[in-house]
């Protein structure tokens, strides 16, 4: 039981978890803001403003940066692994998402000439816009910062 006392009581990981869990609750905010309507797949779903991703990582290193210094090696590897996150929901899961939205158009076409498909469609929103990443990395940072 000392082991979850541990994980727990880190500060770098309550620092992410606590940037996740609001970046994903301005999900949910956002989303019934705009639409109207509670949409429970931006609970713990990807993709939209912000990145929670982004938060996660920005707060991690933010957090180590505080705890450990700026010029440590451990900062080193997660400002590393926080650029590769933010480049990913950038780059290649906004890619895939974009992709995914041309075949799902074009089965909806197909569909319409009497071509059926079993499966459901393909996941649309998996990455993020340059804004979207931006503005989690923000947050991300906020809560490293208010934490520290």
């Known amino acids: 039981m000392w082991v979850f006392r541990e994980i727990f009581s ?4 309550r ?3 606590l940037a996740w869990a609001i970046a994903q609750g301005l999900k949910v905010a956002l989303t019934f803001a705009i639409s109207r309507r509670f949409d429970s797949t931006r609970v ?3 993709g939209g403003m912000p990145s929670s991703h982004s938060a996660l990582a920005c707060a991690m290193v933010t ?9 440590s090696p451990i900062f080193a590897l997660g400002f590393c692994f926080a ?4 480049y990913d929901a950038a780059g290649v899961r906004r890619s895939t998402g974009q992709n995914a939205a ?8 197909l569909a ?3 071509f059926t498909m079993s499966e459901e469609r393909l996941k649309e929103l998996v990455g993020h816009t340059p804004i979207q990443v931006l503005a989690g ?8 910062i208010l934490l520290s």
């Open 10 to 13: 880190n500060q770098v990981i």
């Open 15 to 17: 620092a992410a978890v």
């Open 44 to 46: 713990f779903g990807s």
């Open 63 to 71: 957090t180590i940066g505080f705890k450990e210094g700026f010029s």
């Open 83 to 86: 650029g590769i996150v933010m």
């Open 102 to 109: 041309v075949l799902n158009h074009l089965l909806d076409g």
């Open 112 to 114: 319409g000439n009497g």
């Open 137 to 144: 990395a923000l947050l991300g940072i906020f809560v490293g």
